[in-house]
């Protein structure tokens, strides 16, 4: 293989072929039939007669029950939640459906009658929050509805509940973070899945203790017990496995890898587990391989890869009805557009108070944009099976090869191995905040842009947008997160495990705390942990740390002692001023590390707060401070082996035509390419590949192991001519003074970090800001994406 080059090609439908491409370059072509479900089905459960079907939706934006008629495959009824969360499980007798109420640290119990959801009671856990902070997880219920046990992810306890009475009978701490229990037939034992560690704990129901823990993968989750209840199955996310265990033992008998290639890299993110109904077929969903992985189990202990199964985006859940496969699909079937931005409150929504919900029909915010879904399977035939096992092959990107020799061309400045030379040798990664491509270089006649969306133009970012004309405009470049709580983690280890992803909706929905994400980060850390186990030199400003202090262990000594982390009250100039000093005293040292992390995160805004900055002078402010760095770098000894790479975390704040992924990124330095428009696809992870492959790096997960590095970006003859910076054409020291609804709405945001502002209020005030008070978003647009050109198929198809 020569090499191929980004095509070009945008998220959506390809035509040629039937598949749904995502933007982070992965590929859909679910099997079966498939129902809309709400925003983030976590969890679905069947009653014992298998008559109905309950999904509990646990997005950012509006949270519900639904209940379905399986066999039918029908919607039934349907509950909008203040707050709920995954805990989910039907009465024996289908009387009561028990539904976690999230933070508000409340069970619902809804009466079922004629497949309908009567009044919920509510049996109360703690005060709501934010007095409270417990949120029940996981539920099991004995036969006689006698016990109802709950288990919880903020105080990590055992909650056992009496259902007739709902008082709480008892509460018994556990070792960390629970997801999921599960009681064993004879209802004697209690399985918990400690979900930030890699254990079982096994839980006594007579005693009432704790009997003993069973080792597990990292990040267990879902657990699945044969009807025996001799085999305990155990989900390992961030390990990409099931543990398979001997009950009467308590030993791992096998431990099952799901993944597509052999390979170690996160990415398959193993989350949900059902057995076929003659228990010889385990079936175990990939949430990040969006796929199921099958496995003939009837000798336990000496299983057998059957091959895997298409479904939807990020399978968060699996349960068999007879010869029937149900998924819930967590992002639904495909990624959407978002031209019309978040929209006004024209109505508050029926559950009494606002909690981060607009009228559905309003909608366009990425938190909320992807609905999931329900996929239903009919138990393929082996020939059929052999089928859906090319297809998902078909789907994916990622192969063995990949993780060896990137895609790439000769001569090109960037290594297709590790251990290649590359002439680059310093590389300078900043991260900037939130911002589309729309917003931002809307306005460049040569992209594919959409004027009418673009509110910080070349006047307001006439330094990024010198950059794209003077080296190369990407209008094809789009993020792997969805907001900041995993944006920063896509952009430092190109992935986010299922705490991150399924935890941060509910900070984002405003319905409970925000998550530590670093404390839930991939096994093997971040892209500092790979330079500090490979010898590369390293430092941070700002990222994963502030003022010296670091957030992870890799980062302590490594971090710049003079640059902020977020905080909207410090402009970026403060930033560019530290990053210089500090470039400057490394410059002399002969010492400035070969990877230099700079968060200059300015482009946030603060909204319309009075007093605060406003929206165009943080914009232009984070402009300037961009064009400085660049322009004092371009000046030094070493700009003609340096080059900058530069994106935003995530794309939550504002409109894009293309897709609410899409986002503006630059590459800058003597061999990157001059006066180029590049149209072809690449991603966060693709430009973490680009990275590491100049430093001389592993990929760290299968994202960025199967994206196609940036080498059309880059040129083998060098030019070393600096790079001027343009003075800011805004005031970037204007402050917000009106007094108006937008203030009045921004007065109550909590700008403290960056996950903590309710964004889609933030973008409306900006939106409001720019094009006046009385402004609403332009009217949708709907398009059918077509791929332009079919990517190459590799040798190895």
């Known amino acids: 293989m020569f090499g191929v080059c980004a095509q070009a090609q945008v998220p959506g439908k390809i035509k040629q072929t039937g598949q749904v491409l995502l933007p982070n370059g992965w590929k859909l072509s679910p099997a079966g039939r498939s129902l809309p479900t709400g925003d983030l089905p976590l969890n679905i459960q069947l009653s014992a007669s298998g008559k109905l079907l309950a999904v509990t939706n646990n997005g950012q934006s509006t949270q519900s029950v639904q209940l379905f008629d399986p066999k039918g495959e029908k919607l039934l009824?349907?509950?909008?939640?203040?707050?709920?969360?995954?805990?989910?499980?039907?009465?024996?007798?289908?009387?009561?459906?028990?539904?976690?109420?999230?933070?508000?640290?409340?069970?619902?119990?809804?009466?079922?009658?004629?497949?309908?959801?009567?009044?919920?009671?509510?049996?109360?856990?703690?005060?709501?929050?934010?007095?409270?902070?417990?949120?029940?997880?996981?539920?099991?219920?004995?036969?006689?509805?006698?016990?109802?046990?709950?288990?919880?992810?903020?105080?990590s306890c055992l909650y056992t509940i009496n259902p007739p009475t709902h008082s709480v009978v008892s509460k018994l701490k556990l070792p960390g973070i629970a997801y999921s229990c599960l009681l064993s037939p004879d209802e004697k034992l209690l399985y918990i899945s400690i979900w930030d560690m890699a254990q079982v704990a096994v839980y006594n129901t007579a005693t009432g203790k704790i009997e003993r823990i069973i080792n597990t993968g990292d990040h267990p989750n879902e657990l699945l017990l044969n009807h025996k209840g001799t085999v305990l199955f155990v989900a390992n996310a961030n390990e990409n496995t099931v543990s398979v265990i001997d009950t009467k033992t308590d030993k791992v008998i096998e431990t099952i890898s799901t993944v597509l290639y052999p390979t170690k890299l996160a990415g398959s993110t193993t989350n949900g587990l059902a057995l076929s109904a003659d228990e010889k077929t385990l079936y175990v969903?990939?949430?990040?391989?969006?796929?199921?992985?099958?496995?003939?189990?009837?000798?336990?202990?000496s299983s057998q890869s059957l091959g895997f199964i298409p479904v939807g985006w990020y399978p968060t859940n699996i349960k068999t009805l007879g010869s029937k496969i149900i998924v819930a699909n967590g992002k639904g079937l495909t990624s959407k557009a978002n031209p019309r931005g978040p929209q006004p409150f024209e109505k508050?929504?029926?559950?009494?108070?606002?909690?981060?919900?607009?009228?559905?029909?309003?909608?366009?915010?990425?938190?909320?944009?992807?609905?999931?879904?329900?996929?239903?399977?009919?138990?393929?035939?082996?020939?059929?099976?052999?089928?859906?096992?090319?297809?998902?092959?078909?789907?994916?990107?990622?192969?063995?090869?990949?993780?060896?020799?990137?895609?790439?061309?000769?001569?090109?400045?960037?290594?297709?191995?590790?251990?290649?030379?590359?002439?680059?040798?310093?590389?300078?990664?900043?991260?900037?905040?939130?911002?589309?491509?729309?917003?931002?270089?809307?306005?460049?006649?040569?992209?594919?842009?959409?004027?009418?969306?673009?509110?910080?133009?070349?006047?307001?970012?006439?330094?990024?947008?010198?950059?794209?004309?003077?080296?190369?405009?990407?209008d094809n470049f789009y993020v792997d997160?969805?907001?900041?709580?995993?944006?920063?983690?896509?952009?430092?280890?190109?992935?986010?495990?299922?705490?991150?992803?399924?935890?941060?909706?509910?900070?984002?929905?405003?319905?409970?705390?925000?998550?530590?994400?670093?404390?839930?980060?991939?096994?093997?850390?971040?892209?500092?942990?790979?330079?500090?186990?490979?010898g590369v030199t390293y430092r941070s400003y700002g990222e994963f740390g502030s003022y010296g202090k670091a957030q992870i262990k890799s980062l302590e000594g490594h971090m710049s002692p003079a640059s902020p982390g977020f905080n909207m009250k410090i402009k970026d100039q403060v930033r560019a001023d530290a990053w210089e000093r500090d470039f400057d005293s490394l410059m002399r040292a002969n010492a400035v590390p070969q990877f230099s992390t700079l968060r200059i995160s300015a482009d946030h805004t603060s909204g319309q707060k009075k007093g605060e900055y406003s929206p165009i002078a943080a914009v232009a402010d984070n402009d300037l401070a961009?064009?400085?760095?660049?322009?004092?770098?371009?000046?030094?000894?070493?700009?003609?082996?340096s080059v900058v790479f530069i994106l935003e975390d995530d794309a939550q704040a504002g409109p894009d035509h293309v897709d609410a992924h899409r986002s503006p990124a630059y590459v800058v330095g003597p061999y990157v390419k001059r006066n180029a428009v590049i149209h072809g696809m690449y991603s966060t992870s693709g430009m973490l590949r680009t990275i590491?492959?100049?430093?001389?790096?592993?990929?760290?997960?299968?994202?960025?192991?199967?994206?196609?590095?940036?080498?059309?970006?880059?040129?083998?003859k060098s030019d070393n001519t600096p790079f001027k910076l343009i003075g800011a054409q805004v005031d970037i020291d204007a402050r917000n003074v009106a007094v108006n609804e937008s203030s009045k709405r921004s007065g109550s945001f909590n700008l403290a970090n960056e996950d903590k502002v309710p964004d889609r209020d933030m973008n409306e005030v900006i939106w409001k800001y720019i094009k006046g008070e009385n402004a609403t978003m332009p009217a949708p647009k709907r398009s059918a994406f077509v791929i332009l050109e079919q990517k190459k198929k590799d040798d190895d198809d």
């Open 692 to 716: 590491e492959l100049i430093l001389g790096l592993p990929p760290m997960s299968q994202y960025d192991a199967a994206a196609l590095p940036m080498f059309d970006c880059f040129t083998s």
């Open 77 to 155: 009824d349907e509950k909008v939640l203040k707050r709920s969360w995954y805990g989910l499980t039907f009465s024996y007798d289908e009387q009561h459906l028990y539904v976690s109420g999230g933070y508000d640290n409340s069970i619902l119990d809804f009466g079922l009658q004629n497949g309908k959801l009567g009044d919920a009671d509510t049996i109360r856990l703690a005060v709501p929050f934010p007095k409270g902070k417990v949120c029940p997880t996981g539920l099991a219920v004995t036969k006689k509805n006698e016990r109802l046990y709950a288990v919880t992810k903020e105080d």
């Open 481 to 534: 997160a969805e907001v900041s709580a995993d944006g920063h983690n896509w952009s430092m280890a190109a992935y986010a495990t299922d705490i991150i992803e399924k935890t941060w909706p509910t900070n984002y929905g405003a319905r409970g705390p925000a998550y530590n994400g670093f404390a839930s980060g991939p096994k093997d850390g971040y892209i500092w942990d790979y330079c500090k186990r490979a």
């Open 285 to 301: 969903a990939n949430a990040d391989n969006n796929c199921l992985a099958v496995f003939k189990v009837a000798k336990p202990g």
């Open 626 to 641: 961009v064009g400085r760095i660049i322009a004092h770098l371009s000046q030094s000894a070493i700009w003609n082996q």
């Open 348 to 474: 508050e929504n029926n559950i009494g108070e606002h909690v981060g919900q607009t009228a559905k029909s309003e909608i366009q915010y990425i938190g909320g944009l992807f609905k999931g879904s329900l996929s239903f399977i009919d138990s393929p035939t082996p020939e059929l099976q052999k089928n859906y096992t090319k297809q998902v092959y078909a789907n994916t990107p990622f192969n063995s090869k990949r993780t060896i020799t990137a895609d790439g061309v000769a001569g090109n400045p960037i290594p297709r191995k590790v251990g290649e030379k590359s002439p680059i040798k310093y590389v300078f990664y900043i991260i900037k905040e939130n911002r589309t491509y729309d917003q931002v270089l809307g306005d460049m006649p040569n992209g594919n842009g959409d004027t009418s969306l673009c509110i910080f133009g070349r006047k307001i970012t006439p330094n990024q947008h010198a950059l794209a004309d003077q080296f190369v405009l990407l």
